[in-house]
C-alpha cells in the first residue's frame, strides 16, 4: 500500500498556477488562493470560448476551493482532494489551448 500525499492549496497552486495563469493570459502565475480563482476564473472562460470540454468542471473545482478556505478538519481535506481530482484535466486542457492558439 502506497501512503497518500496530503493535498493543500498551496500544493495545488503549485501544480496548476503556471497552466493556468497561460490560459488566463496572465504573465504571473497565482502565488496564493485569491490569485489562483481569479486565474482560474478567466481559464475557464479561455478554455470555452475555445470549446474545450472541460471547463464547467474547473468552475466546480473554483467553488470547492472556495468553500474550502472557509472550512476546517475532515470537510476541509474533502473538499480539497475533490477539487484536485477535478484539476487533474488542467495540463491535458493546457495543451490543448497552446495547439489551437498555435504556441
Known amino acids: 500500500m502506497t501512503a497518500t500525499a496530503t493535498v ?3 500544493s495545488l497552486i503549485a501544480q496548476h498556477a503556471d497552466n493556468l495563469a497561460y490560459v488566463a493570459e496572465n504573465p504571473t502565475p497565482a502565488t496564493n488562493l485569491t ?5 482560474l476564473d478567466y481559464a475557464v472562460d479561455n478554455f470555452h470560448q475555445a470549446g474545450i470540454n472541460g471547463h464547467d468542471d ?3 473545482a473554483g467553488t470547492l476551493l472556495s468553500e474550502a478556505a472557509n472550512t476546517e478538519g475532515d470537510t476541509r481535506e474533502g473538499l480539497l482532494l475533490r477539487a484536485a481530482v ?3 484535466v488542467v495540463r491535458d486542457m493546457t495543451d490543448e489551448y497552446r495547439t489551437m492558439v498555435g504556441d
Do not use: G
Request: proline share 0%; glycine share 0%.
Open 8 to 10: 493543500t492549496v498551496d
Open 35 to 39: 490569485e489562483f480563482l481569479h486565474h
Open 58 to 60: 474547473l468552475q466546480t
Open 86 to 88: 477535478v484539476l487533474e
